[in-house]
């Protein structure tokens, strides 16, 4: 019965729901999965390391798994917005923040892997990873850790990738504020993006 309830929860199919937003709804389940084993991997790692080519995988595949989810399921739903779609902004709005959840803990797997340069003196703690990675993330940069030569480019990517999701979360807001018109078959107020459009 527990299978079943989380089969449910995983897959997150609904009867009224289009093909596109139970899928993207899979994807957003996943990536809740993801975040978790993530989480639980840094905690598991602190007493038992994993070999350097073991971490590689994890980290390209955590990346790669970051970027897809920002592109199908947060960056294309307002250009999927017409006459006859209106996506929930509560919707858009929660997938943003799962998005950035993920992208700080895939990217900090990427920087364990390819490396950040700790002030002069200091030694890099776990920990560090993922501060750099959200300092990165939200373009701050306090200037104390930088990246190593071979992840300058993943800082920049991830940099890019804050920039839009700051974006995507104002869009949301703004789009929220907006009134709903009577006409074209927008959405009500339950959230739900299903109905006549992905």
């Given at each position: ?7 449910r ?11 596109g ?25 602190q ?5 350097r ?6 980290a ?23 006459e006859?779609?209106?996506p929930?902004?509560i ?13 700080i ?24 990873y ?53 006409g074209?078959?927008?959405?009500d ?5 299903d109905?006549?459009?992905?």
């Amino acid at each position: 019965m527990i299978g079943y309830f989380l089969k449910r929860w995983i897959c997150g199919q609904k009867a009224d729901s289009t093909a596109g937003s139970n899928f993207r709804r899979l994807i957003s389940r996943l990536s809740v999965v993801v975040i978790f084993l993530l989480v639980v991997e840094y905690f598991l790692t602190q007493s038992f390391p994993i070999e350097r080519s073991a971490l590689q995988i994890i980290a390209v595949f955590s990346v790669i798994w970051s970027s897809f989810f920002f592109v199908i399921v947060v960056l294309a739903i307002p250009f999927l917005t017409s006459e006859g779609f209106r996506p929930s902004p509560i919707r858009l709005f929660s997938d943003a923040l799962i998005s950035i959840l993920l992208s700080i803990v895939s990217f900090a797997v990427g920087y364990r892997y390819w490396g950040i340069v700790p002030p002069e003196g200091e030694i890099v703690a776990r920990f560090d990873y993922y501060y750099f990675s959200a300092v990165t993330f939200s373009t701050l940069g306090f200037g104390d850790f930088r990246p190593s030569a071979d992840a300058r480019f993943l800082a920049s990517f991830q940099a890019i990738l804050g920039n839009l999701h700051l974006g995507i979360i104002v869009g949301a807001a703004f789009f929220a504020a907006q009134p709903v018109t009577s006409g074209g078959g927008a959405n009500d107020d339950s959230g739900n993006d299903d109905r006549n459009g992905q």
